[in-house]
DNA sequence: ATGAAAGCGCTAACAC
DNA sequence: GTGTTAGCGCTTTCAT
């Protein structure tokens, strides 16, 4: 039999839809009888209403969205961190993205659009441009770089840049390489700033020819990585603005011959839990990324509710992780 | 300005609804120059239709469902797996939970209802109670034992626990506790069987009193694990049904005291990243969790083009992957 | 080639 | 206390 609506549990309780409706939705001004039968019916047939058909009518549901361009490893400690913070409330999880890579560019208002009210607000990651209204509550987590001010939660990029670089010029490191991210993300540029001040900071200048720029995916970045390491006075070092592309720069490090850290050190960004299975282990700087989830679902709830939340542009400590790929430069060394 | 809909489009174009509809919807019977003027209010107005109303109109979409427990790290890698397989086409992924623990007894059920037509297939990942009839395609991965046949994806459930068992055996190890996982999945039952057999296989009995259960979540396996480690005659390896439970055990381990592994040697099941992550890394049985999902993937997508996939329970083979977690018994130590 | 109208499942006025 | 009705945004006959 199809999927059982509200008009069959009428039908069995012998009543009208909308005193279903009332049921259901704990309107008062219903007789105990009446809802008793009701109640009834709707656990005989197992019915469960419809989000679709209800979200159509109402402009509100318990559900929060969390929009992501893709399901990779950092969107996937976001959900985590999303799931944890909810554990026991009654809202419902829905995580979206379009197959095709990235959605392409806009796909955040695409992905809101479509979702229409389905959601009562949602958690962007790592949107590059939304006009801020969509309807409902939003929140971005390490959002673009941009006029729209929407509330934000993100890392301390620019410390943590400063922290890797560090490490690198500490264990003696002149000639360091940096591969960026997506340019479009505040995070990105962060990044890059960290890098250019550890470097001043240091004495030390940066090469043109050592910046390229990828866009945060391990395949993207096998192109400015190759490029990087061909170059005929290459880096010993080389700080990539996230860990994928860390762990892509030293799959083209492996393919050319070298080895990590021996010939080369490789820093990354994120921590995410893949960092610690590369080998060698990725050295990087740790973001709380579930704890980034934990306070974005924080500031969305308090919207949803109508409540303004005390801040709204939160930024949260990062820290250096020292693991295998990264030692000191062979220059340096005795 | 709110959102905007067809009937906006229409306006701005000066056609009826119908004629937007066919134009979107890629219909002929519609004039060069309507079409053209029709696609210019499109994306002039930025106009994106609605899944919802559509969902709730036709009875297919192309949009993807994975539904699940929660997310947490099995779930995240199978997110993961599923996007990998959809990259580069046109379908949409909509990974869906309820925050409160586990959804409740037969929540793919009620997610199943709850989404309606708004997804045209899904993917079910460990479920428990399923009724056949949804209305769209279904595969499960790692399934629950019982009746109702929907196609499936899992792991080599026996072999894995087997390896796992035999790994501890020959470390040493006599007195082996077992902490299973939900009783009602199918992946848990074969693990139990896997280490019964190889612990007869190694003539090895079982003592009843070192076999707990969990339900693969870390905190649950807190109390279990407990019992198991205080008991007088404790166990000196624990075999953990998967690595949430391993973990939860090593927590409880570091609390009592013990030292992993000189006291007490742990193996767990999946080899989720973050069973690198521990201290000491966890040694595991690696089941190809992303796979998994590029199968079930696969599967659904045949379903979904209503073609009747060849096989339709796939098993993935699964290997030991030796870390920190395991010694020799301290009893045949030099 | 185009439009009017019905209807998907539900909720919310408003009537009785 | 309960039922009738309109309508959310869309697709789809069926007329015109």
């Given at each position: 039999?199809?999927r059982v609506t509200i008009v069959d549990v009428a039908a069995a309780a012998g009543v009208s839809v909308s005193t279903v409706s009332k049921v259901i939705n704990g309107r008062d001004g219903i007789a105990g009888s009446t809802r008793l039968r009701v109640q009834q019916a709707v656990s005989e047939l197992g019915f469960e209403r419809s989000l679709v058909a209800r979200s159509l009518r109402t402009r509100r549901t318990h559900v ?26 009654d809202?419902e ?24 009210a389905?959601?009562g ?214």
């Open positions: 039999m199809g929060i969205g969390i929009l992501v361009a893709g399901f990779e490893p950092f969107s996937a400690e976001i959900l985590k961190g999303a799931a944890t913070a909810l554990t026991d409330t809202y999880l829905l995580a979206y993205t379009a197959a095709s890579r990235g959605g392409g560019a806009g796909w955040e208002r695409r992905y809101l659009s479509r979702l229409g389905l959601i607000g949602a958690v962007l990651v790592t949107p590059s441009v939304v006009d801020a209204d969509a309807g409902v509550p939003l929140v971005t987590i390490d959002p673009h770089t941009g006029p729209v001010d929407l509330p934000s939660v993100s890392s301390d990029n620019l410390t943590g840049a400063m922290l890797a670089t560090r490490h690198l010029i500490e264990l003696g490191h002149r000639r360091i390489g940096f591969l960026a991210g997506r340019p479009d993300l505040e995070s990105s540029r962060a990044r890059e700033a960290g890098f250019r001040q550890a470097m001043a900071d240091g004495g030390l200048e940066v090469d043109p020819d050592l910046v390229r720029v990828g866009d945060y995916r391990r395949e993207a970045a096998r192109a400015p990585a190759t490029e990087l390491l061909s170059h005929r006075s290459r880096p010993t070092a080389v700080f990539a603005a996230n860990d994928l592309s860390a762990m892509g720069t030293m799959d083209v490090a492996r393919e050319l011959g070298l080895t990590v850290p021996t010939d080369l050190s490789v820093v990354g960004f994120d921590d995410i839990p893949e960092a610690a299975v590369t080998t060698p282990g990725l050295t990087t700087v740790h973001q709380p990324i579930q704890q980034l989830a934990a306070t974005a679902i924080g500031l969305l709830v308090d919207l949803m509710d109508e409540m303004a939340p005390e801040q709204t542009h939160v930024q949260l400590p990062v820290s250096l992780v020292r693991r295998g790929s990264t030692a000191r430069a062979l220059e340096s060394r005795s």
